[in-house]
């Protein structure tokens, strides 16, 4: 009986250890198992053998500000990938930081445009709230710097991104000026006009652009504008989206989650 | 780089990362301020050949070469701010015909060719082929060859030629607004901007045009009379300040219906406008602009000239009363230039966050440098010196010892 109790116990200790074994397994293979579902889908994207069409797609991007935790990776991740100049004058993307006390007075900031974070911190004396925006060209569907360019440097293509052709830009800057969110710069050794791609040269290889595979917190939603099934579709499915000042009548197709009043 | 770590350093609220960088500077102030003296100068001209203003004629042709010399020149700043000037020709090849600014080549040329020059042939044809009947050596051949082989001089000829003026000046004067106003245009339909965007800007380019380009020869004419040593005609100098006050005024009234609208609409945008005026272009826009450019030669050009009363309102002897327009006409070169910085700079002096304000560092040297647009501004004078040499606009040049009617 004694015996019978011991092998019982024996045998309940050991399921326990197998259960918890295949647990742990299981702990350990779940990333690498997500991993490599991903990278198999984007593999299925980008290994497709039929050549790319663009007038199968329409880009956007969606940005869930309550997610952004300003760490500033996606800054990093586009000068990186871009090779956009390193100065502090020179952005394709950019993070803000708002600062709200409760006095309404609002503070905004964006140290070298986020790269590094926001090392200051806030005081949390009279707080009201405060949140970090990324911001970088919105793609608009209307965009005005196409419209003002005068030698059609700057078109939109037909996947619905805008683009700086810099063989042909004369450097007139007026783009610059035409741009209300001020997602353009003159690139200092090309002295033509440069701005966010949606990292075109990845995108349509099925690539994410680099902002968006970079961001842990997936604030960053990439994909097809038209698509119910796509990423972006769903994130703007289940928010409310708001545009950057829309009473302008260009039609961004950077779609905000959880926006703010105070951002412009 | 170093420039723009200083002017990160004085950025006062938040701009846009990417605004540090002030993109248009002084070469596109020199732009919309040489290409209003083309248009205020033709405009002065047109008052004789098509509105009869008989009192002006002395300056008539002075007029003209003013503004071809100034159109010379205008698209020089436009070129030399340009990040790849070599790929200019690119507006004229392959315009984007949604932009306004790939219209200028097309306004420039317009006005350039059909308007000014042929003006300027028609008007002086008579006087080449009677000049290069008399002269001998260069000026002979230079003269000779400007008729284009035209040497037709019966009195049909010349009446073909009159004729032609004035139907060229009829479709000038359009010409002359589309120009300038074009380029208020250039800035007023920008939406992004709040201190551009206004339908009114290009109506206030044009008449800040005339008010500039009428002072212009004012000046031009009383220093080319006095350099000549011959007597200046006090009845044309009255009646160009009495035109410029009557364009001063309608400028001045269209500058603070602007002003008042926007105070009036109090859009999103007026708290760092408010503060852009009182602060950063105080001097340049209220005491250059408003106070010493507008309002101090409209009291003087009201008391003084004849424009309120026959004898003016202070009666004063004609060489104060030159001096006092000549004060008035200087003062709003300042002012109409100011005006030019306000808008070009001013309009970037805030951020498009309506969060902040930036601060404009003017470079000495280099292309976008202060000597580059000095230079500019002076090259249309160099180019005057010139053309009158080729083409005298004084009366007395037109006075031929020897009429002859024979052709060459």
Known sequence: MEEQECRASECAQKVSEGRREFLHTCSLAAPLLL??????????????????????????????????????????????????????????????????????????????????????????????RTFFVPKLCNQCANPPCVQVCPVGATFATEDGVVLVDQEYCIGCRYCVQACPYGARFLDPRTHTADKCTFCYHRVVRGLLPACV????????????VQQRSSPLARFTRFNKILTLKPYLNTKPKVYYANLDEEVR | MEPLREILQQVSGYIYPNEVELHWGLLVVVYPYVTGLVAGAFILASLVRVFNVR???????????????????????????????????????????????????????????????????????????????????????????????????????????QGAGRFITVIGIPSAFLLHGYVGFIFGSVKANPWWSSVLMPIVFLFSAIVSGIALILLLYLLSTLLRSKPVDMVCMDKLATFLFYALVVDFSLEMLDFIHRLYEAEESIHILSQLVSGRLFLSLVVLQALLGTVFP???????????????????????????????????????????????????????????????????????????????????????????????????????????????
């Open chain 1, 35 to 128: 991993l490599g579902l991903r990278a198999a889908a984007v593999e299925a994207w980008a290994t497709t053998d039929a050549p790319y069409n663009p007038r199968e797609h329409s880009y956007g991007m969606g940005v869930d500000v309550s997610k952004c935790i300003g760490c500033g990776r996606c800054v990093e991740a586009c000068k990186n990938e871009n090779d956009v100049p390193r100065e502090p004058f020179y952005f394709r993307t950019w993070v803000e930081r708002y600062v709200i006390a409760t006095s309404r007075e609002t503070v905004v900031d964006s140290p070298d445009g986020g790269i590094a974070g926001f090392p200051t911190k806030p005081s949390e004396k009279g707080l009201l």
């Open chain 1, 213 to 224: 595979e970079v961001c842990p917190t997936g604030a960053r939603v990439f994909g097809e």
């Open chain 2, 55 to 161: 009192e002006v004629q002395p300056t008539y042709r002075l007029s003209l070469l003013t503004a071809l010399a100034y159109l010379i020149v205008a698209p020089l700043p436009l070129l030399a701010h340009l990040g790849r000037p070599e790929r200019a020709f690119e507006i004229f090849l392959t315009p984007n015909f949604h932009s306004a600014m790939a219209m200028f080549g097309f306004v420039y040329a317009w006005y350039l060719m059909v308007v000014l020059l042929l003006e300027i042939w028609f008007d002086y044809r008579k006087d080449l082929v009677l000049w290069s009947a008399q002269e001998t050596g260069v000026r002979r051949w230079v003269h000779r060859l400007l008729t284009l082989g035209a040497g037709d001089l019966s009195p049909r000829a010349i009446r073909f030629d």
């Open chain 2, 298 to 408: 409209l009291l003087l050009l009201g008391l003084v000239s004849p424009a309120l009363r026959s004898r003016g309102v202070v009666s004063l002897p004609d060489e104060l009363r030159r001096l006092l327009y000549v004060a008035a006409a200087v003062l709003i070169q300042i002012g109409i230039f100011s005006t030019r910085w306000n808008v070009v700079i001013g309009g970037q002096l805030f951020s498009k966050s309506l969060r902040g304000l930036t601060v404009y560092k003017m470079q000495l040297l280099g292309l976008e440098g202060l000597f580059v647009s000095g230079f500019l501004l002076l090259l249309p004078l160099l180019l005057l010196l010139v053309l009158i040499v080729l083409l005298p606009p004084w009366p007395e040049a037109e006075r031929h010892p020897v009429p002859t009617n024979t052709a060459i």
